[in-house]
């Protein structure tokens, strides 16, 4: 049971970057599946996360409309696409996944926390952004 997330890279101010997050040894239809990231020196925090459905979806407040999440359950696999990067996404960006409650049509902040994703982690996949 494990959770691969890829797609990170070196990409200059304004690029975009497509991020993956795959599973295997399980079926990701049931679990809330969330994107979070950490950078050198802060704690981790929620970026994005999607219901089981797809049908809810919660963005932290700097994604400000960059981000956009999606989920392809026959896949088996989430995606984050995320555009107009800035310098200050540089981290290393992390998939989890749980069955945790969600609200409809909009996810809470809570809903979108890591220590609410105890199931299972990615191992992480580091994303730079240079001015």
């Known amino acids: 049971v494990q959770l691969q997330a890829s797609g990170g890279g070196l990409v200059q101010a304004g690029g975009s970057l497509r991020l993956s997050c795959a599973a295997s040894?399980?079926?990701?239809?049931?679990?809330?599946i969330g994107w979070f990231r950490q950078a050198p020196g802060k704690e981790r925090e929620g970026v994005s996360c999607i219901s089981s459905s797809g049908g809810s979806t919660y963005y932290g407040g700097f994604v400000k409309g960059r981000f956009t999440i999606s989920r392809d359950n026959a896949k088996n696999t989430v995606y984050l696409q995320m555009n107009n990067l800035k310098p200050e996404d540089t981290a290393v960006y992390y998939c989890?996944?749980?069955?945790?409650?969600?609200?409809?049509?909009?996810?809470?902040?809570?809903?979108?926390?890591?220590?609410?994703?105890?199931?299972?982690w990615g191992q992480g996949t580091q994303v730079t952004v240079s001015s």
């Open positions: 040894g399980f079926s990701l239809d049931r679990y809330v």
């Open positions: 989890a996944a749980d069955r945790i409650v969600t609200t409809i049509p909009t996810m809470r902040n809570r809903e979108c926390l890591p220590s609410r994703y105890r199931e299972v």
